[in-house]
């Protein structure tokens, strides 16, 4: 009797065993092991035990110190940490509300914001990691505590179909994520004290499906949640905040109720991917991201990323990425300076010293109008980001915009943001004058579209990229549409050359104006532009419609580009000027072409840059690179341009015939490019034929984008057009084989033209 009362005793307490959220025993066993065998996780834990330790000596505290107190007692068991939460919870619990004044002062009253979701998640955790601790009544009464003030005021704003008056979009997608799964995080913690507390944590997990499947809506102008991709549009900073949130309570459901079944968001599998393409990474210091919005250039993903493998969402590509950007104290994040960055820390996999991500170099997140392109995934690489999509909340009046990171440093750059008290964030950091878009008559987007919208927002479409070669074609007509009838971004990247063809028509004559934002240093020397930063170094030339006087001072030349410098404002610090350029052309028109070669500048052709050359002829532009023994000619076709109604662009530039907006060939130095033998590569963009003396070497009845690499060789096609397009090729030999998109596609060959036909989607 007395062996089955020991047994049953002992079973008892172990059945009430706390299942923690973040700081459970499984975690404080694995930072205890890290702490012995990795010298960073070692060195952040004797910093945040020594800050833990000197927090015991102060008189006031936050609701944030009980993540630095837990993580001290839960690995420590010293109950002076656990007294000092106990304080803490107790002051909380008797305020009135964790709401800031301003948001309470608004009607209806706004009792569940950011300060209550944040407040709300430092009490819980305090609490949880105290559970132990705290006597029954002492838990009974700080639940109640919780309850009243963090949960039950974000329930009746954001939740409860009795009293809610918020949705997913009410300010911004992120603000939904952060206040309603924090008091779903909050009700796991007080799930044993609170009869009703298990209820909401299953009504809160179930709006999470609604939540990432938002469609968005059109009479308030405001976009879905996601890209299919795993884009979130509001910007890095605010994708990063927004999905950590939920995941925290994901994380944390998992943990206190593991035989609970999750809801199923495919969108999980893609938004790891997300963060690792928009990031920049570096041999030398933090990881950089894409600064689109209000974002910072050094906030990452690592929160959603260290969550996601916590999660069970564990590939290679994460635990590279957790590595790269572990390093940090960002507030929101979940770096190893952090006490829940600690905790939450994976024991990751051993990867090779020279591994890459198994992603592509580029990525169109097309649903949001985003784009990157990077010429390898190794540190210090070159990225060039695009952004022409939404403008609203947190995104900026910034249709066709772009920044460039090379050799390791961000030159060409976003104007990033100001704090949202600053009236300069309105008037100057949301507008398209602080980004690295076209002006006209000093006009961009409305000024109002920032709050209000745009009803016809940008697009990116037909990414192409090659061994050698990459395109995107950014269309940001809607947005301007007040002023402009054209405007239409494409960039051809080819080896160390970056051509931006800018194609624009006003509704009536005026000055168009090309922005260049910038860091470090930039001065003019003849035709070149410089923006260097220590050893990153590019040369932006302007080649049409005009160029930068080739010496002489510019009053002498008045029909050249003209160069102003004006001054903006710098990134997060609002009290200092930064100056970027404006670059123009003296007279007024209706229609231009702005054509800008950004030449990358290396170790390796700093002594033989690209030779770069303009050449025209009758209704087409041009311009030829050579660099590395090859020559790729650059046409085009104005006819294209959308001139021409009920007729086709049909064209002959130097020979060549075609319809195509854009055409590049890419030929051997040297060799006589009016033979179609030297044609090495060509790339038709909107298209549908090409032709010389009288042989096709490509044709459709139907416009499409494509890329021919290794053209006569070993043909492979990377196609965009329309679906069942029959498509002939020129090929010397009988072939019957063709590479299309990485797919081998069987057509039929025709002697006497020489040309292999094949249907594009034949397998379909």
């Known amino acids: 009797m007395l062996f089955i009362v020991c047994y049953l005793t002992v079973a008892f307490a172990y059945s009430q065993k706390r299942n923690y959220l973040l700081y459970t025993e499984a975690n404080i066993e694995n930072l205890k092991s890290q702490i012995k065998i990795n010298s960073k996780i070692k060195s952040s834990w004797d910093d945040q035990f020594s800050k833990a330790k000197k927090l015991l000596k102060k008189t006031k505290y936050k609701a944030s110190d009980c993540q630095l107190l837990g993580l001290a007692y839960r690995m420590t068991g010293d109950e002076k940490y656990a007294e000092v939460i106990k304080k803490i919870l107790y002051n909380y619990i008797l305020k009135k509300s964790w709401e800031g004044q301003n948001l309470l002062n608004r009607t209806p009253s706004w009792k569940g914001g950011l300060g209550t979701s944040h407040t709300s998640f430092f009490i819980s955790i305090g609490f949880d990691c105290t559970y132990d601790y705290l006597t029954e009544n002492e838990r009974k009464e700080i639940a109640e505590g919780i309850a009243k003030v963090g949960i039950q005021p974000a329930l009746d704003d954001w939740l409860l179909p009795s009293t809610n008056f918020h949705t997913f979009d009410t300010m911004g997608h992120n603000w939904w994520s952060a206040c309603v799964y924090m008091a779903g995080f909050s009700a796991l913690a007080i799930r044993n004290e609170i009869p009703e507390a298990n209820q909401w944590v299953d009504d809160i997990a179930q709006t999470a499906k609604e939540f990432v499947n938002y469609s968005g809506s059109v009479l308030q102008n405001k976009p879905p949640t996601f890209d299919k991709d795993g884009g979130f549009y509001e910007s890095i900073n605010y994708a990063s905040y927004g999905l950590s949130q939920y995941l925290l309570f994901r994380y944390a459901l998992q943990e206190a109720l593991p035989n609970k079944k999750q809801v199923e968001l495919p969108i999980l599998h893609k938004i790891g991917d997300f963060f690792i393409q928009t990031s920049y990474y570096v041999k030398e210091g933090k990881t950089m991201s894409v600064n689109f919005g209000d974002s910072f250039v050094y906030k990452t993903g690592n929160a959603c990323l260290t969550l996601l493998w916590n999660l069970g969402y564990t590939k290679d590509e994460y635990a590279w990425y957790i590595k790269q950007t572990s390093i940090g104290d960002d507030k929101e994040g979940l770096q190893i300076k952090t006490p829940n960055g600690l905790i939450l820390h994976p024991k990751l996999p051993e990867l090779k010293h020279n591994y890459k991500p198994n992603l592509k170099t580029s990525h169109l997140f097309k649903d949001m109008g985003w784009a990157t392109l990077r010429n390898s995934w190794d540190k210090n690489a070159t990225m060039l980001a695009v952004k022409s999509g939404f403008t609203w909340n947190h995104t900026h009046a910034d249709a066709g915009s772009f920044i460039l990171f090379h050799n390791g440093k961000n030159l060409i750059i976003d104007s990033g943001n100001s704090s949202y008290g600053n009236p300069l964030y309105t008037q100057y950091y949301c507008q398209s004058e602080a980004h690295n878009v076209v002006l006209f008559n000093g006009e961009g987007q409305n000024k109002k579209d920032p709050y209000f919208g745009v009803v016809n927002s940008g697009s990116l479409h037909n990414l192409v990229e090659g061994e050698n070669f990459k395109y995107l074609l950014a269309n940001a007509t809607g947005p301007y549409s007040q002023i402009l009838a054209r405007n239409y971004r494409n960039f051809i990247w080819v080896g160390d050359v970056i051509l931006v063809i800018d194609d624009l028509l006003a509704h009536k004559p005026g000055n168009f104006e090309w922005l260049l934002h910038y860091n470090g240093e930039s001065k003019r020397k003849d035709l070149d532009l410089s923006i260097k930063e220590d050893d990153a170094e590019v040369i932006v030339r302007s080649l049409y419609p005009e160029t930068f006087p080739n010496g002489g001072l510019p009053h002498d030349f008045p029909e050249q580009m003209r160069l102003e410098e004006k001054m903006?404002?710098?990134?997060?610090?609002?009290?200092?000027?930064?100056?970027?350029?404006?670059?123009?052309?003296?007279?007024?028109?209706?229609?231009?072409?702005?054509?800008?070669?950004?030449?990358?500048?290396?170790?390796?052709?700093?002594?033989?840059?690209?030779?770069?050359?303009?050449?025209?002829?009758?209704?087409?532009?041009?311009?030829?690179?050579?660099?590395?023994?090859?020559?790729?000619?650059?046409?085009?076709?104005?006819?294209?341009?959308?001139?021409?109604?009920?007729?086709?662009?049909?064209?002959?530039?130097?020979?060549?015939?075609?319809?195509?907006?854009?055409?590049?060939?890419?030929?051997?130095?040297?060799?006589?490019?009016?033979?179609?033998?030297?044609?090495?590569?060509?790339?038709?963009?909107?298209?549908?034929?090409?032709?010389?003396?009288?042989?096709?070497?490509?044709?459709?009845?139907?416009?499409?984008?494509?890329?021919?690499?290794?053209?006569?060789?070993?043909?492979?096609?990377?196609?965009?057009?329309?679906?069942?397009?029959?498509?002939?090729?020129?090929?010397?030999?009988?072939?019957?084989?063709?590479?299309?998109?990485?797919?081998?596609?069987?057509?039929?060959?025709?002697?006497?033209?020489?040309?292999?036909?094949?249907?594009?989607?034949?397998?379909?």
């Open 568 to 764: 903006g404002y710098k990134d997060h610090h609002p009290e200092e000027k930064q100056p970027y350029w404006s670059i123009s052309l003296f007279k007024e028109t209706d229609r231009t072409k702005f054509i800008s070669a950004i030449i990358l500048k290396s170790q390796e052709n700093k002594e033989a840059l690209p030779v770069i050359e303009r050449f025209e002829g009758k209704n087409f532009l041009g311009v030829s690179i050579t660099q590395n023994g090859e020559t790729t000619e650059v046409y085009f076709n104005l006819l294209a341009d959308g001139r021409l109604k009920h007729r086709n662009s049909v064209i002959n530039m130097n020979g060549w015939e075609t319809d195509a907006y854009l055409t590049v060939l890419k030929f051997k130095e040297g060799s006589d490019k009016t033979k179609i033998g030297a044609v090495k590569e060509f790339f038709i963009g909107h298209g549908s034929y090409l032709r010389r003396n009288g042989q096709v070497l490509l044709h459709s009845l139907s416009k499409y984008t494509v890329l021919v690499e290794n053209f006569q060789t070993d043909s492979k096609l990377i196609y965009q057009g329309q679906k069942n397009a029959n498509v002939s090729i020129y090929s010397a030999e009988n072939l019957s084989l063709i590479k299309i998109n990485d797919t081998l596609k069987e057509g039929m060959y025709n002697s006497s033209e020489k040309l292999i036909k094949v249907n594009m989607y034949s397998d379909e």
